[in-house]
C-alpha cells in the first residue's frame, strides 16, 4: 500500500508493509478500547504524519545498525516505527511500542 500525503511527489512516499499495517490496527485497537474513538483517531493521524515527515527527511532516524544495515527508526508517542529508505521511499516495516525489545519483536518480520 503505497501512501502519498501532504501533496508530496511520488519520490516522497511511504509504504507500510503487511506487518506494519497489522501494528497499527492492533494500536488502534488498544487505543479505542483503553481511551476512546478521538483518541485514537488523533493518535493514529500523529503516527501517520510522522510517517510523511520522514518520506522527504529519512536521515532523521536514528540508524539501528543492531537490527539490519539500513534499518532507522523515529519515535512518535509511546511508539517507535522502523523503517528503511531508499531514494524513491521509506518502508516502514514496524511500529512498536517504545517498551518492547526490537530484537526480540521485530525478528522474522520482512521488512520489504
Known amino acids: 500500500m503505497s501512501l502519498n500525503r ?3 511527489t511520488p519520490k516522497h512516499s511511504y509504504r507500510l ?3 506494519a499495517q497489522t501494528d497499527l490496527i492492533e494500536i488502534r485497537r488498544l487505543t479505542l478500547t483503553l ?3 478521538t483518541q485514537s483517531g488523533e493518535y493514529l493521524s500523529k503516527l501517520r504524519q510522522t510517517m510523511g515527515l ?3 527527511s529519512p536521515q532523521i532516524g536514528t540508524r539501528r545498525s543492531g537490527l539490519g ?3 532507522a527508526s523515529f519515535p512518535q508517542g509511546s ?3 522502523y523503517y528503511l529508505a531508499d531514494q524513491e ?3 516502514v516495516f514496524a511500529v512498536q511500542h ?3 525489545v526490537p530484537a526480540r519483536h521485530l525478528t522474522g518480520r520482512n521488512p520489504l
Open 98 to 100: 517504545k517498551a518492547m
Open 54 to 56: 520522514l518520506a522527504p
Open 17 to 19: 508493509t503487511p506487518d
Open 69 to 71: 544495515r539500513e534499518v
Open 89 to 91: 521511499e521509506v518502508v
Open 35 to 37: 481511551w476512546g474513538a
Open 79 to 81: 511508539h517507535i516505527i
Open 6 to 8: 501532504g501533496g508530496m
